[in-house]
C-alpha cells in the first residue's frame, strides 16, 4: 500500500543510513522493507508518535533491522527465502518438539549436541532449550532473571557451543527453539546497574518512582503472580531510594515499553539470537509487556501492538524465524496473541495451549471429559496461518485457568471444583494415587496451582512404590492417553523431558537453599541416563512409554489429517468419559481420523450408528492407525477400554 507520509520518511530514513550500511547490497532486506514499512511505520507511530525524537528513533529502528541482516548467515538466508515460499510449513504434522534445560538433560550445550541422537530415535525434531543467558546465580528464577541478553551462561556453554549445535540440527533438520525474556531484567543487568547509579537514560527502561503514590494506585487494580514469595508488585531500591516495578520476583525488574529505546534494544536482542540459529523464538510473559493504571497490566491492546511491531521487524530481517507467545491467561485472550488478521499470524505464529493442557488434567482427577469437551467448545477458532503447542506437561506449574462459565457448564461449582482438583493432585483427596505439591498458594482468594512430575501425578510413584503392577501399568496407560491427546489435537505437540521414561518427582532441590522455595523444581529433573538406558529392556516401564511414545510419533508424522489446517470436528457422543474428534485430511477429502480418548478407568462404549454422519467415514471398517488392530465392536457399540485412545482409520493406511 503507498501512503506518502511514510514512503516520504522511508526515503529520508534511507539517506540517513551509516553509510556501511547503505553500501552493501541489501536487495532482500529492501524488498521486504518497502512492504512492511507502512505497518512498521503505522505501529511505531501509534506507539511513539508524540515523541520529539519520533525520526530519530526511526532511523535506529531501521539501522538495528538492516544489522542484522548484514551479520545474518547466508544459510540462514537461504532458509528464510526457502520458507516465505512454503509459509505454512510449520502447520504440518511432521514436527514434533520436547522441552528440556540443557544442564538438566545432558549438562551443557555439548552435552545437548551430544544427544541429538536419542531425541531423533524417539522422532523428536524440535528442540526448546530453556533459558540459557547469563542470569545471577543465587537469583535466576530458573533462568529468566537475565543479567546478559547477549551471552550464554558459561555453566551451559558458549555461543560458539550454540552455533555448532544449531548447525548440526540444521543437518539433521532439526528446529531450534530459543527463549528471549521481553518483559523484564535482572536486577545485575547492565541497564539496571546504570539505573541504580543515578543514570536518567536507564532509569527510563523501567518503571521508577520516588515515592508510593504510582505504585499504591497501579497496585489496587494488579494482582500478585507469585503471592508466597514475591508479594505486590513493586520493590523498593535501597541504593536509589526509589521504588521499582517487579511483578514477578523483586530482583527481575519490569522493562519500560513506552520508551521507543526499550523497544529497539529487545527487537536487536531477538534478531540477535535469530542469527545465532534460532528457528522459532520464544517471547517470554507477552502479556505484560504494557503497564497502565486501574488496569491489570496484562492483554492491554498496546501488548499486541508491540508484539505486531516486532513480528514485522522480524518479517525484513529474518522471516523464516517464528515467535512463540508464552500467554498464559484465560482461553479468550490467548487467541488474541495469534494477532487480530482474520488469516495471517501478525503477532506470533505460535501460542500455548494452556487450556488444552489444564483441561486434560481436569479429565484425569475426574475420569470424564465434560468439561474438557466444553472448554475446547468455547476456545475460539485461531488463525488459518497459526498453530498450538500442545503439551502435557511443561517446566511451569499447572494453572487452572479454564472458564468459570465452562465450569458451571460441566455441572460444578467453579471455586469447589478447583479445590478438589488442587487437593486430588496434591494427594489430600484420599483415592488420589497423586504425588504433586501446591504451588503458589494464595491464602487471600484460596486459590493454587500445581507442581509435580507428569509420572508422579498420575500416579506412577505411589504405585512403585508400592510394587503394583496394575497401578503401573494403569499410570503408563494414563501417559500415553496423554500425549495421543497432544499427538492429534492439532498443532504441534511438546514433549517434557524425562516424561518419555517416566522421570519421577525430584526432591533433591529442597537441598539447593536457592531452589528450596520453590517446589517447580521438582518437576525439572536431572535426566538420568542409565534409567534412560532401561528404555532398550524389555518390560521395563521406561521401554514401555519410549516405545509407546516412538510409536505414537512416527504414525503422527505418515498421518496427513494430524496436519493443522483447523481441520478438527468435535463429536458429541452421549458418553461423559469420552473425548472425541474428528481429523479431515486437508488434502484428501476422502480421509479422516476419528479420535477417541476414554478418561474413566472403566470400559467405555461409543454408538457408532450415532456417528453415520461423518461424510464419508465408513465406521464398519475401522483401524487403530497406532495399534494396527480393529477395535471390538458389539453391533454397532464401539468398545474403548480404560484409559485406552484410538486413532480410528476407515483405510488400511494413507
Known amino acids: 500500500m503507498y ?66 541482516y548484514i551479520a545474518r548467515d547466508a544459510d540462514l538466508k537461504e532458509t528464510d527465502i526457502r520458507r516465505e515460499k512454503q509459509h505454512n510449513w510449520f502447520l504440518s504434522q511432521e514436527w514434533v518438539g520436547m522441552a528440556l534445560y540443557a544442564d538438566g538433560f545432558a549438562g551443557n550445550l555439548p552435552g545437548l549436541r551430544s544427544h541429538l541422537r536419542y531425541l531423533q530415535e524417539l522422532g523428536i525434531n524440535m528442540v526448546h532449550v530453556m533459558p540459557i543467558l547469563k542470569c545471577p546465580k543465587g537469583a535466576s528464577d530458573g533462568g529468566y532473571a537475565v543479567s546478559d541478553f547477549r551471552d550464554i551462561d558459561e555453566r551451559v556453554g558458549t555461543l560458539v557451543d550454540l552455533r555448532a549445535m544449531s548447525k548440526d540440527m540444521r543437518r539433521r533438520e532439526m528446529l531450534l527453539t530459543l527463549d528471549v525474556v521481553v518483559n523484564h531484567t535482572s536486577d545485575e543487568h547492565e541497564w539496571a546497574q546504570r539505573a541504580r547509579a543515578g543514570d536518567p537514560r536507564y532509569q527510563d527502561y523501567y518503571y521508577i518512582f520516588d515515592n508510593r503514590d504510582v505504585p499504591d494506585m497501579f497496585e489496587e487494580t494488579m494482582p500478585e503472580i507469585f503471592p508466597e514469595t514475591s508479594p505486590g508488585n513493586f520493590t523498593f531500591d535501597q541504593t536509589m531510594g526509589k521504588w521499582v516495578m517487579t511483578v514477578f520476583n523483586s530482583y527481575q525488574w519490569d522493562l519500560n515499553y513506552s520508551n521507543p529505546a526499550v523497544f529497539i534494544e529487545m527487537l536487536d536482542i531477538i534478531l540477535f539470537w535469530a542469527n545465532q540459529g534460532a528457528d522459532i523464538v520464544r517471547l517470554d510473559a507477552v502479556a505484560f509487556l504494557w503497564k497502565k493504571i486501574g488496569t491489570t497490566c496484562q492483554n492491554e491492546r498496546e ?22 507467545a508464552e500467554a498464559i491467561v484465560a482461553p479468550v485472550e490467548i487467541i488474541k496473541y495469534f494477532g487480530e488478521d482474520a488469516i495471517i499470524a501478525k503477532e506470533c505464529e505460535i501460542a500455548y495451549n494452556a487450556t488444552y493442557m489444564a483441561l486434560l488434567w481436569e479429565a484425569v482427577a475426574t475420569k470424564n471429559a465434560k468439561l ?148 517447580r523444581w521438582m518437576h525439572r529433573p536431572r535426566m538420568d541416563w542409565d534409567k534412560a538406558e532401561l528404555r532398550n529392556r524389555h518390560g521395563t516401564v521406561e521401554q514401555r512409554i519410549f516405545e509407546g511414545l516412538q510409536k505414537m510419533i512416527a504414525v503422527r508424522k505418515s498421518t496427513a489429517a494430524f496436519a493443522d489446517y483447523n481441520n478438527r470436528t468435535l463429536i458429541e457422543t452421549g458418553n461423559p468419559h469420552l473425548f472425541v474428534f474428528m481429523r479431515n485430511n486437508p488434502f484428501q477429502l476422502n480421509e479422516s481420523v476419528l479420535v477417541v480418548g476414554n478418561f474413566d478407568s472403566s470400559p467405555q462404549s461409543l454408538t457408532l450408528s450415532d456417528l453415520s454422519n461423518r461424510g464419508h467415514f465408513a465406521f464398519a471398517q475401522l483401524t487403530d492407525l497406532y495399534s494396527g488392530e480393529s477395535p471390538t465392536h458389539f453391533k454397532d457399540q464401539l468398545v474403548i477400554p480404560p484409559f485406552r485412545f484410538y486413532w480410528l482409520s476407515d483405510q488400511r493406511r494413507y
Open 3 to 68: 501512503e506518502q507520509v511514510s514512503h516520504s520518511l522511508l526515503n529520508q530514513i534511507l539517506d540517513e543510513l551509516k553509510p556501511e550500511i547503505r553500501k552493501r547490497d541489501l536487495r532482500h532486506f529492501y524488498t521486504r522493507l518497502g512492504a512492511n514499512f507502512y505497518a512498521i511505520y503505522s505501529l511505531f507511530h501509534h506507539l511513539y508518535g508524540q515523541r520529539e525524537d519520533f525520526t530519530s528513533q526511526m532511523v535506529r529502528l531501521v539501522e538495528v533491522m538492516a544489522s542484522r
Open 303 to 324: 501488548a499486541h501492538l508491540i508484539l505486531q511491531l516486532m513480528k514485522d521487524c522480524s518479517q525484513v530481517t529474518a522471516p523464516g524465524v517464528l515467535f512463540i
Open 372 to 519: 474438557l469437551d466444553q472448554g475446547i467448545r468455547s476456545l475460539p477458532d485461531k488463525l488459518d496461518r497459526a498453530t498450538w503447542l500442545n503439551y502435557v506437561r511443561c517446566h511451569d506449574d499447572i494453572g487452572l485457568g479454564f472458564d468459570d462459565a465452562d465450569i458451571v457448564k460441566a455441572g460444578y461449582d467453579p471455586y469447589a471444583h478447583r479445590r478438589f482438583l488442587v487437593d486430588y493432585f496434591t494427594g489430600v483427596y484420599d483415592a488420589s494415587p497423586s504425588r504433586g505439591q501446591p504451588f503458589g498458594r494464595n491464602d487471600k482468594t484460596g486459590d493454587a496451582r500445581i507442581s509435580g512430575s507428569l509420572a508422579s501425578l498420575v500416579g506412577l510413584e505411589a504405585a512403585i512404590e508400592s510394587a503394583d503392577e496394575a497401578g503401573i501399568q494403569r499410570s503408563i496407560d494414563v501417559i500415553l492417553l496423554l500425549h495421543s491427546m497432544i499427538m492429534s489435537f492439532g498443532g504441534i505437540p511438546l514433549l517434557y523431558y524425562g516424561d518419555e521414561i517416566g522421570t519421577l518427582n525430584d526432591c533433591t532441590f529442597l537441598q539447593d537453599e536457592n531452589k528450596a522455595r520453590d517446589n
